[in-house]
Every structure is written in structure tokens, then in C-alpha cells.
């Protein structure tokens, strides 16, 4: 309470209350993902801190700048488990980049300025401040120190020339070379750079999920990005490449399947900021701790100095092949004729079934490919990661390393504030998106005209494709909807919306799908739209989890 009557005095500082803490650091994450500069967000002590758990962990494992205020109980309280009192600096420790328990108030300006500095510089993360309530309750005259220095703390670091040029000395010897980028491209500014060293080198881009956006997947160039979900012609180019430059990434298992057999029979370079990530997933041959910018920036002087001769023709005419083999794209399956969604919905006419990839493909082209998206967790993020093509770093804001249901929407409404001169559209799952659905009640309250499309199967989508190809099709309480009504859509989001004075409406033929779209987008309201897709649709490509490529797929 003391923070937040000082907040009400604050003429820098605008305040929104989300409904719930995990929604409101989500919503930190978002502003913090569409900017680049820290989100911040605040909860009292006990639940309230502990609700902010899965936002700071998820800040964690994507490299986010996010600043996290908690409450504590009155010093002289701490350890004899006072009312709403939790350890949070404890129990955060794994999942922070640092933390402080403030114990005099005069330190908490040096503080806030190291905690921002520290989220914000090398590696991004969250840090957490703990403030007990005595504390909160002195009053000081703010001194800030003139600059921050952490002792131990470096995190400019950069590659050596010698390094650099091995680098180049392999692309000149190779043949096959494979780009593999990810979100440390964005996170660190270096899009244009990768660009302009692709431009170089001719060289084919493949990202991470995290990485989408850091190249333009409408470039001949561009693989868009791989792993278990990601394009096969990534997938099968990373397979045969005969050189690996990977550029800030950290050879996650959903990217690498079975890790030892991640190109396999390639030279595999990793430059990263991070040290401990060196090794750590994949051994490589030629490790390069730097900064991913000062990297980009010096081999393209280095270029500049002495250009490569080979652009690599007849790789890029191979790799153009494995694009024409694999395209992604979407049919009416039989599995979907003989659905009971046709049979329930449809009156047995599939030719207005709305698939969940052609949604997405459309909204692509009424938004000409300019929109900020966020998702939620499950097929629905695979598929918007797949079918709208993005442009721009910051462009795609989804939980990647965590995998947190229930972001979409509060990562929508952070970055609505963040960039309120952009549409804003969440893409989310039905049960994803009712995991925070009492943030419309903010985005009505707090005039955030963050939009969302629900792909509405009413199942837990990606449990039911690993049920149906790893359980015989046995429903493990993945059915979201009412058993007893099968023909009703449940829960009736459009009715939801209207409680929270918000929007919405629901579309479930196909010939209603764009104009229903345009609507949305049209409105300078926050907006929900109910898509009804069948809930029999796989994504692919798929590789399973710890297998090869060899095993993918695809059609």
C-alpha cells in the first residue's frame, strides 16, 4: 500500500492494475519484448509474490529484461512465518539474474538503478526486489549514484579478430553453410547487421521460434525456422549443411531433437554472449564468447576489407529444391470430414470448415504482415510462428523456453502500451487464453485495444496430436468443452466478453472468416474473436521430442 499511494503522486509514472500478478508480469514481459527495455511489475508479499513465480521464470528462460517489485513483511517478522510472508528471494534464486532483500531504505536508489542495469546489459533477465513493509514505510531524500559499478559483473564482452576470421576462413572453405540465429539477434540489435552479412555471404538463414522476425522470412534467403515444429526444408537444410554459424542461440532440445545428431556432419561455430552456454547443449568446434552486434558489426568490416568470391549458387539452388518439396501449407484432411465437428457444426459441409492455419494466413494479409503478434502456448503458437510471416525483430512475442499458457493476452496488452501505434493481436488457444482471461477486465478498464483471435477447438490441442500419435487417440481429460452438450460451444467466450465490457464475436463458417477479421481489426476497442476450428488438425511438420530429422513428419 505504501508503494502504491506514492504511485498515486507520480505524474512519470502510469500504473496498471492487472487482475491477476501473473497477467500483470506477463504484461511487463510484453512491454519489455516489443521495446527492449525492462517491463516492471509489482505484487504485494505471500500469494501475491508467488503468483509473480511463473512470469519471472519465464523471463528467465527467453532472456527478458523484467524488473519484479515484491512486498515482504517488517524485517523484525522475517522467519517466524508471519501472515502472507514467503522466502521469495529464496525461492526465485534459480530463476533471477539477481535479487535484493532492501534492508535500508537509504540503498534503495542504488538498487533500482543496478537492478535496471543489470536486466538490461549482456544477457537480459529479470531481478527481483523484495522491500519489507517497515522499509516501505521510512522516508529518504533519493541520492542516486553517478554511475553503477558491480564488481564481478562484465557483461561487455567481444570477439578477438583471429576468431572472427577463422569464422571466415570457414565459409570460404565451405560449401553447404547454414545460419542458425536466434533471439540473441533481436535481444541484442543486430537484425540489420544479419541481414547485411546474409547479403554478403549469400548465405541461408534459418532462426529459432525466439529468433523469428531478427531475419525477413520473405527473403529468398530465409528458411523461416526449425526444430520440432518448424519447416522441413530448415530441418533438412541443417541435416546436410556441411557449416553451422550459430548466432545467440542456445541449442534447445525442441530445436536440436536427439542433440548429438543436430548437424551431424557439420563444422559447427557458436558465438554468444552467455559463457555458460558454450557446450553446454551441443559441443561445437569453434566457440566465440562476444556480444552477437560487435560480432555481426566486425565480420562485415572484415568482409567489406575481403569479400568471400563463392555465394554459394548451387546450395541455394538446393536448398530452393527442399523449399518446393515441403512448403508449408494446409488441406482439408479426411480426418477432418469425418470429424464430429463437421457432423455437429457444419451440417456435414466441410467446405466451411475455418482451419486454424488458414486464420492465421488471413490475418497475415488483411494486416499486411505489419501486426505485433503474441500467442499463447499449444498448436496455435506453432502455427502462427508458421503461417504469418514476419519482418521485423519484435514482431513475434510468444513463452518459448518456459511454454507458459495463459501469455498471450497480457504479453498483448504490455505491448499495446508499448507500441499503441500498431495492431496488437494476440493468436491464442481456447485453453490457453482462459488461463488469464480476466485481464479483458483490464484491457476494458485500463483502454488497451489489444485484440485476440481464439482458434476455439475446445480441446488442449497439442496434448490431443501427441494422444492421437503416442496413445492410440486415448483422451487424457483433454476435452475442454461440456460432454453433456457436444453441440454448443463451451465455455461461450462471447458472453464472457460481454460481462467484461469487451467486444466480441463468434465465427464459425468459412465465408464469414475475413469480414469478421476486418471487424475486428477495424475496432479501436479491445476485441475477441471466436474462431471454431476442428480439433482434429495436426501441426506439421513434427519431429518427436528426442528423435532426428530422419524421423520427421511432414506430410
Not at 527481483?128 to 522499509?135: A, F, H, M
Not at 477432418?336 to 470448415?353: E, W, Y
Amino acid at each position: 500500500m505504501e508503494i502504491h499511494q506514492a504511485l498515486t503522486r507520480s505524474k512519470q509514472i502510469r500504473t496498471y492494475l492487472p487482475r491477476h500478478e501473473q497477467g500483470g508480469a506477463f504484461a511487463a514481459e510484453g512491454y519489455a519484448r516489443v521495446t527492449g527495455k525492462a517491463g516492471v511489475c509489482m505484487a504485494t508479499s505471500g500469494p501475491g509474490a508467488t503468483n509473480l513465480v511463473t512470469g519471472i521464470a519465464d523471463a528467465y528462460m527467453d532472456s527478458v529484461p523484467l524488473i519484479a517489485i515484491t512486498g515482504q513483511v517488517p524485517q523484525a517478522m522475517i522467519g517466524k512465518g508471519a501472515f502472507q510472508e514467503t522466502d521469495i528471494f529464496g525461492m526465485t534464486l534459480p530463476v533471477v539474474k539477481h535479487s535484493y532483500l532492501v534492508t535500508d531504505i537509504n540503498t534503495l536508489p542504488r538498487v533500482v538503478q543496478e537492478a535496471f542495469h543489470i536486466a538490461q546489459t549482456g544477457r537480459p533477465g529479470p531481478v527481483l526486489i523484495d522491500v519489507p513493509k517497515n522499509v516501505q514505510q521510512q522516508r529518504t531524500t533519493p541520492v542516486f549514484p553517478d554511475a553503477v559499478s558491480l564488481r564481478g559483473y562484465s557483461p561487455e564482452r567481444r570477439a578477438d579478430d583471429a576468431s572472427l576470421l577463422k569464422i571466415l576462413d570457414l565459409i570460404a572453405k565451405a560449401e553447404r553453410p547454414v545460419l542458425y540465429c536466434g533471439g540473441g539477434i533481436i535481444t541484442s540489435g543486430s537484425a540489420a547487421e544479419l541481414r547485411r552479412f546474409a547479403a554478403a555471404t549469400g548465405i541461408p538463414v534459418t532462426t529459432t521460434i525466439m529468433g523469428c522476425g531478427a531475419f525477413p522470412e520473405t527473403d529468398p534467403l530465409s528458411l523461416k525456422w526449425l526444430g520440432m515444429h518448424g519447416s522441413a526444408y530448415a530441418n533438412w537444410a541443417v541435416a546436410e549443411a556441411d557449416l553451422l554459424l550459430a548466432f545467440g542461440v542456445r541449442f534447445d532440445d525442441r530445436v536440436t531433437g536427439k542433440v548429438d545428431k543436430f548437424c551431424e556432419h557439420g563444422t559447427i561455430v557458436h558465438i554468444d554472449i552467455d559463457a555458460s552456454e558454450i557446450n553446454k547443449n551441443r559441443a561445437v568446434h569453434l566457440p566465440v564468447i562476444s556480444d552477437i552486434r560487435y560480432a555481426l558489426e566486425r565480420l562485415n568490416a572484415l568482409l567489406a576489407e575481403r569479400p568471400l568470391p563463392a555465394r554459394f549458387e548451387a546450395w541455394q539452388a538446393r536448398v530452393a529444391e527442399l523449399k518446393a518439396k515441403a512448403p508449408l501449407n494446409w488441406r482439408v484432411t479426411e480426418e477432418v470430414l469425418k470429424s464430429q465437428h463437421v457432423q455437429d457444426h457444419m451440417g456435414g459441409d466441410a467446405s466451411q470448415v475455418i482451419l486454424p492455419q488458414e486464420a492465421i494466413a488471413v490475418l497475415y494479409e488483411l494486416t499486411k504482415g505489419e501486426a505485433i503478434i503474441t500467442t499463447g502456448v499449444g498448436q496455435h503458437q506453432m502455427w502462427a510462428g508458421q503461417f504469418y510471416q514476419y519482418s521485423q525483430p519484435r514482431q513475434f512475442v510468444t513463452s518459448a523456453g518456459l511454454g507458459s499458457m495463459g501469455f498471450g493476452y497480457p504479453a498483448a496488452l504490455g505491448a499495446k502500451v508499448a507500441r499503441p501505434d500498431k495492431q496488437v493481436i494476440d493468436i491464442d488457444g481456447d485453453g490457453s487464453f482462459l488461463m488469464n482471461v480476466q485481464e479483458l477486465a483490464t484491457a476494458h478498464i485500463e483502454g488497451i485495444a489489444a485484440k485476440a483471435m481464439i482458434l476455439n477447438n475446445q480441446h488442449l490441442g497439442m496434448v490431443v496430436q501427441w494422444e492421437d500419435r503416442f496413445y492410440q487417440g486415448n483422451r487424457g481429460h483433454t476435452y475442454l468443452g461440456d460432454p453433456d452438450f457436444r453441440q454448443r460451444i463451451y465455455p461461450d467466450f462471447v458472453a464472457i466478453a460481454k460481462a467484461f465490457n469487451v467486444p466480441c464475436e463468434r465465427v464459425m463458417f468459412r465465408r464469414d472468416l475475413r469480414a469478421a477479421i476486418q471487424r475486428m481489426l477495424d475496432s479501436d476497442q479491445p476485441y475477441l474473436l471466436d474462431v471454431i476450428t476442428p480439433y482434429t488438425e495436426h501441426v506439421l511438420p513434427f519431429i518427436p521430442a528426442g528423435r532426428t530429422v530422419q524421423e520427421m513428419i511432414w506430410a
